[in-house]
DNA sequence: TTGTATGCGTTATCAG
DNA sequence: CTGATAACGCATACAA
């Protein structure tokens, strides 16, 4: 009962052309006459004819696929930035396939191999953890291994190699820049708070450390779980109190609000909390803290263009590292400067 | 310098065997001598040989792809459900392309079929959205078209059709009864609120008005944007106050919850509230949000297993909708019964 | 401008 | 158990 999908042979047939001509009807190429390209394309809409990608693939070599990896979409950041690289790239015509990978090196490498022997065309790597902590280089081997086959981009971390592309934010100098404000306010006890080592972590610990460093004042780096309430906890078994609190991302700096409200911290008065991402989660606390806008949407499209600019071979050569500047969104988490 | 891919040939020559027995070694065929076997393996292993996917698409018509179109990611239950899915399809070695939609029709349909056109095995739908409103079915035409080549499968959502599976949460049952609990601790004015018409968004406002009107109370729906502050201003524009609010989805309710702390109502002793989908964002609000858990895990993870006894065309008939229920995780929006 | 013939890498059907 | 060979559907170099 199944009705047999139309190849070019049936629209040849109908058309009385050959398959040639109605391959180049269906490429747009310009050597076909008027009359007969009408007639093609009329037998095509009639029948409902798609080239079959399989068969396109298998000649060209491609299938207009881009290979997307995320450790978890349980993350509005890398939720959000694959929603922006997908619509991004369909625009020029690319699909994606999408693979989790979670946190661990072996499935990490395991998934980007699946996704290679997909063909994908390029392949994106979202997020901090793929770049490693910085220290072990072997870490990231099966990354440059990836780039003999196709480019890699990855987003928000940096890997040198031929053919990987870094797009970065600027965490370092935003982080060293918000603890210097803070520190201008007055604060004298502020702690960095942050669950990963990844690279972009890393940045944002350098960025504060730099800051607290140059004030005289004692660093206080603290690791924590990426969960609220074991922030929460965590920080309230603890004797010292802060006055000030830079965290890696929006879900710890929650964490860190509910912490400052049970110890009866008033905020901003007693304590700032500056939170990572500008996300929905910065917004929907009370009150609404104050985070480093890291642009995503920027970070996505620049990814994007420089994808396209790569496989079309284009004379544009894409630098091999972008880096976007961030910028602190002022809440009610953070008093004003001056 | 790109080196090049090993194919079949390249296998079966330095074997000393045919292509034919390669494929057999590859696909693990039972008619294959073990000392053979074993040769092939070695060279397979050698050469990094991976059999090409395009080829093996086109003969098989099949790539052991799923498309899952979402309208966005950047939605913590819909991201949060395609993390779900992904992980739960790969461990059947089924790869996913991904596509966002957006909610118009238009847009719907085309990514609709550019996914059919890249012959994915099945399809699924996230979201009620897809399922339109209930009222227009032309609306959702393309669905049971789609379903005519590849099986269709909708989350939380309800669509009739041949081909068609749908997975719905109880949405109607629990919000009736949450509504009932809140009535009986004395509230007199119940608000429901909620952005969209789509089916599962009408089902919620269905048992909310079951309830109301059978305690006697006058029914108030307000649809509102999908935004915090939106709702928060929106509602402080009305004159009157409610006692009790039922949210369509979390994001919502923090919108609610940042009214009440605005109006001075206190929570939850002048006003109620409950938000839906059980997100991170429930518990980032302070107060935390109660919120009715919708189950994405086991909605998820039920789809998959249905998918793939479809797929496999093994005995198990998958029914054509699946139910699953709610639960209220109540927080400290709501007052506890009893 | 149009048609013919070939390659792309597998799987599957037959013979052997 | 193994090998030759025909699909699978398209793009393209080469002829006409």
Redo the contacts with the bound molecule.
């Keep these: 009962m199944k009705k047999?999908?139309p190849?070019?042979?049936d629209?040849?047939e109908f058309a009385?052309?050959?398959?040639?001509?109605?391959?180049?009807v269906?490429?747009g190429s310009?050597?076909?006459?008027e009359?007969?390209?009408k007639k093609v394309l009329k037998v095509i809409e009639k029948f409902g004819?798609?080239?079959?990608v399989?068969?396109?693939g298998?000649?060209?070599?491609t299938m207009h696929t881009i290979g997307i990896i995320v450790p978890t979409l349980a993350d509005d950041y890398m939720a959000t930035a694959v929603d922006y690289l997908e619509k991004g790239l369909k625009r020029h015509g690319y699909d994606c396939i999408l693979s989790c990978s979670g946190f661990e090196l072996t499935e990490k490498q395991s998934k980007c191999d699946m996704l290679l022997s997909k063909h994908v065309d390029s392949l994106i790597l979202v997020g901090s953890t793929y770049a490693g902590n910085g220290v072990d280089a072997s870490a990231t081997d099966y990354i440059r291994e990836a780039a003999k086959k196709v480019p890699v981009f990855i987003i928000n971390g940096n890997i040198s190699g031929e053919n990987v592309y870094a797009t970065v934010c600027e965490d370092e100098a935003v982080v060293c820049d918000v603890t210097g404000k803070m520190i201008e306010r007055g604060r004298k006890n502020i702690w960095f708070l942050t669950d990963s080592r990844s690279y972009s972590s890393n940045n944002k610990k350098k960025g504060y450390e730099k800051a607290v460093e140059r004030a005289g004042l004692a660093s206080n780096v603290i690791y924590v779980e990426n969960d609220i309430h074991s922030v929460k906890e965590q920080l309230s078994g603890l004797k010292d109190k802060p006055d000030g609190i830079i965290a890696a991302n929006d879900k710890i700096a929650v964490g860190a609000v509910k912490y400052a409200v049970s110890a009866g911290l008033k905020i901003p008065d007693e304590i700032e909390i500056v939170g990572y991402n500008n996300s929905i989660l910065a917004m929907s606390s009370t009150p609404e803290i104050s985070s480093i806008d890291n642009h995503t949407a920027e970070v996505c499209h620049d990814t994007v263009e420089r994808i396209m600019h790569n496989l079309n071979d284009d004379g544009y050569k894409p630098s091999n590292k972008i880096t976007i500047s961030c910028n602190l969104v002022c809440r009610e988490t953070t008093k004003v400067s001056d």
């Design positions: 047999e999908v190849n070019i042979y629209i040849a009385n052309v050959s398959i040639a001509t109605v391959s180049r269906v490429n310009d050597k076909v006459s009359a007969t390209r004819y798609t080239p079959n399989f068969a396109q298998l000649g060209l070599k």
